[in-house]
């Protein structure tokens, strides 16, 4: 059950936050562009690729995989800087904190 909520999640909490962004950030963007677009980001996942095995429901993502450690997080955070990449960043944050929560929850 865990599991099917931490990925529900990952399209929940972008679809809640993709209004405000539309509203706030350009405009002229409907709420499905950021909602689209902070929802790619789970492809951040396909990492999880080369783990053996692929899935493991007692392993934290954050800190074993490679586009889930320390440094990748921070490119992440400096591609909050140009405006052109800031939608794409915050949909990599927020896959972040919700890998953390999930963490957290085991």
Do not use: E, N, Q
């Amino acid at each position: 059950m865990r599991g099917m909520i931490h990925i529900l999640a990952h399209f929940l909490v972008p679809a809640a936050i993709a209004p405000w962004m539309s509203k706030f950030m350009h405009p002229v963007r409907s709420w499905s562009y950021y909602w689209l677009m902070m929802s790619a980001t789970i492809l951040v996942d396909l990492d999880h690729l080369l783990a053996t095995p692929v899935y493991d429901p007692g392993r934290c993502s954050l800190g074993f995989h490679p586009l889930h450690s320390a440094w990748a997080i921070g490119v992440y955070m400096l591609l909050l800087i140009p405006r052109k990449t800031r939608v794409i960043s915050i949909g990599l944050i927020i896959h972040m904190v919700l890998d953390g929560i999930d963490c957290a929850m085991m």
